[in-house]
């Protein structure tokens, strides 16, 4: 078979999710598909997770877990431990390595077909970014903003978490070493708690920054961070699914006191409820997935996307010195001026203003989270042709349960799919390798199989 007569897919996003696919759709045994594989980054494999360079930005999940493919779980593991000629960078699997080493992994993945002559007739990596998809009657049509155009048998959208706009009085934390630009006795305020709020002030005492941080956000809750437990073995029978989020809670609440009554520790009950998350969500009825969203999910957050522990250790130091304070508290408005700005807040409960006058502003509260403003030229082509839908809840484009991007008039497409955390409305897991992995092999399977049907 030539090449052009091979049933072509074309993946927007080169990120993690992007390769995983990749790799699946290319090494299944009965597959014979071509890929295109776009990304507008330099580097493949990386997205806005694993580009960093900061060597104590590290992996939140331990590298026994961060294998990228569902039937070899010790394949990171093994990649790892060959990689390490010298000194060995972590001596047992449940360390948490940087980032970036994550990101050669992920690249690596494709370097044999990149290597091989006749693999690289069936892979083809453009860079560029992806700004018009239009489906015809027999094929999808891809343009990108070159001007060069594509077509496929199927297009899959892989272009992960949607970051905002920088607000022009705040730093950008994802623009590379941003933090070095700050003089290091600035007082930094950081709008924001999560883990990209904990990336950035690692980034900044790591460039020697000395002067007060204040971190702030509605709850001011900060990650928990790993320690070294197994997850707990539950019984699928024992989950309630179905059933509302009080009724959901009380059982886990139950679960983990009972854990905890016999020794253990809580977080092997969220983590031995990995494995129902996907389908927990899918059964919580539409009113307990809004209470969820509003009321539990920043709590459920910080519980489930863990600090590692040499991470911990370095925030809570720079907490116990007093150099960072968390703040559960409100921005009301920021008055820029000769040296920063002026900025009115309130904490929560206190209904009095107050006041803080800072040097530099940091916007750490994370990705766009209504689809509908979203930037990305791809994703907004696709509603404005009709030919995708923000699902109810509004977090996130919605597709069926096979990852078949449902249509303006509510038809799954047979042409049109989406991995990654964009498919957050139909699987909420689905922003971690352990989740993304699994998705794209059965992705790649429902695909090479059809392909197989022509
Ligand atoms: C700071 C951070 C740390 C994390 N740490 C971990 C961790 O330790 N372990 C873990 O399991 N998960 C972690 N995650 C979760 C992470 O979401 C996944 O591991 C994974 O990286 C998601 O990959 P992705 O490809 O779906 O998305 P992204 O990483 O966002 O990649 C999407 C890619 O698509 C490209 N793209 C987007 N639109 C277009 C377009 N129109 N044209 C061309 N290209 C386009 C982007 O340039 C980008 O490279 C972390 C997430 C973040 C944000």
């Not at 992920?106 to 044999?112: D, G, T, V």
Request: proline share 6%; with cysteine.
């Amino acid at each position: 078979m030539t090449s052009s007569s091979r049933r072509h897919v074309i993946i927007i996003g080169g990120g993690a999710s992007g390769v995983l696919l990749t790799y699946q759709l290319l090494h299944r045994p009965t597959s014979d598909l071509r890929v295109t594989l776009i990304e507008q980054r330099p580097d493949i494999g990386r997205g806005i997770a694993y580009h960093t360079g900061n060597p104590d930005h590290l992996l939140n999940v331990r590298a026994s877990n961060m294998s990228a493919l569902p039937d070899k779980p010790d394949h990171f593991w093994r990649w790892l431990s060959s990689r390490d000629a010298g000194a060995p960078l972590c001596l047992d699997p449940y360390c948490f390595v940087p980032r970036r080493i994550y990101g050669d992994y992920i690249a690596s993945l494709l370097e044999q077909q990149t290597a091989n002559p006749m693999d690289a007739r069936r892979l083809s990596i453009l860079q560029g970014t992806c700004v018009d998809i239009n489906e015809g009657p027999a094929c999808v049509s891809v343009t990108l903003d070159d001007g060069r155009s594509l077509v496929a048998d199927t297009v899959v959208l892989a272009t992960g978490h949607d970051t905002k706009a920088n607000r022009p009085a705040h730093v950008d934390p994802w623009a590379p070493r941003s933090s070095a630009l700050i003089d290091t006795d600035a007082t930094v305020l950081i709008q924001g708690t999560g883990l990209t709020m904990v990336d950035y002030v690692l980034s900044l005492l790591r460039d020697g920054h000395l002067g007060p941080i204040v971190a702030m956000s509605r709850r001011g809750l900060l990650a928990k961070p790993h320690r070294h437990v197994d997850a707990l073995q539950i019984d699928e029978t024992d989950v309630p699914f179905g059933a509302g989020i009080n009724n959901l809670l009380r059982w886990l609440r139950d679960l983990i006191d009972r854990n905890a009554a016999q020794g253990g520790d809580w977080r092997s009950v969220i983590d031995g409820l990995r494995p129902y998350t996907q389908r927990l969500w899918h059964e919580l009825p539409r009113a307990s997935k809004h209470r969820f969203l509003e009321h539990t999910r920043a709590w459920w957050d910080v519980h489930r996307h863990r600090m590692a522990p040499e991470v911990e250790a370095r925030i809570t130091q720079a907490l116990d010195s007093g150099q960072l304070t968390l703040m559960a508290a409100k921005v009301a408005s920021i008055e820029p001026n000769s040296t920063g700005a002026r900025v009115t807040y309130r904490r929560r409960g206190h209904a009095n203003p107050l006041e803080m006058q800072v040097n530099t502003l940091v916007d750490c509260t994370g990705i766009v989270k209504d689809p509908r403003a979203t930037l990305n030229p791809a994703v907004r082509s696709l509603f404005d042709r009709g030919l995708a839908r923000v699902d109810p809840l509004c977090i996130g484009i919605e597709t069926d349960r096979n990852c078949a991007i449902i249509e303006r008039d509510g038809t799954p497409s047979c042409r049109l799919f989406a991995v990654g955390p964009i498919t957050r409305a139909t699987f909420w897991e689905i922003v971690a390798i352990p989740d993304i992995r699994n998705q794209c092999a059965a992705l790649a399977a429902l695909l090479v199989n059809t392909a197989r049907e022509y």
